[in-house]
């Protein structure tokens, strides 16, 4: 007696969560989370956001990329940084669900009004465009 095919397992195997649950266990990353959620950001924004070193930043960005949750792209000497949903519906889940939780964390608010008043204006941050040549009379 053979057994019919089975299907596919919506549930992912324990291992497939550690990365995730690993990336979602330190504040800092929990907070540069809540500021690229909906959004891509360039790293400068991050840092000046945060009030932490370049580096730091860019390690904590570098673990959330290995965790499957961040990508990143290079504009210039610039990186750019935008939030991965992923493929997996429970592991999307629990991703959605983290980044609502803490999109009502007092603390993480005032990281995104700080990040409002940046100095490079984040809200012009996924179009670069350049200025208006001066209209010679």
């Given at each position: 007696m053979t057994r019919p095919a089975a299907a596919a397992d919506p549930v992912p195997r324990a291992d497939s969560l550690v990365p995730l649950f690993a990336a979602l266990a330190?504040?800092?990353?929990?907070?540069?989370?809540?500021?690229?959620?909906?959004?891509?950001?360039?790293?400068?924004?991050?840092?000046?956001?945060?009030?932490?070193?370049?580096?730091?930043?860019?390690?904590?960005?570098?673990?959330?990329?290995?965790?499957?949750v961040v990508a990143a792209r290079r504009e210039g000497k610039w990186m750019h940084y935008r939030l991965v949903r992923p493929r997996d519906p429970v592991t999307a889940s629990i991703l959605a669900t983290v980044l609502d939780s803490i999109r009502r964390d007092p603390k993480l608010q005032a990281d995104r009004e700080r990040l409002t008043r940046a100095c490079c204006q984040p809200n012009r941050f996924v179009t670069l465009q350049r200025a208006p040549q001066p209209t010679v009379l």
């Open positions: 330190d504040p800092t990353r929990l907070r540069l989370l809540n500021l690229i959620a909906g959004r891509e950001l360039c790293v400068c924004y991050l840092v000046e956001t945060l009030r932490q070193s370049q580096p730091k930043i860019s390690r904590h960005l570098a673990y959330l990329r290995k965790a499957g």
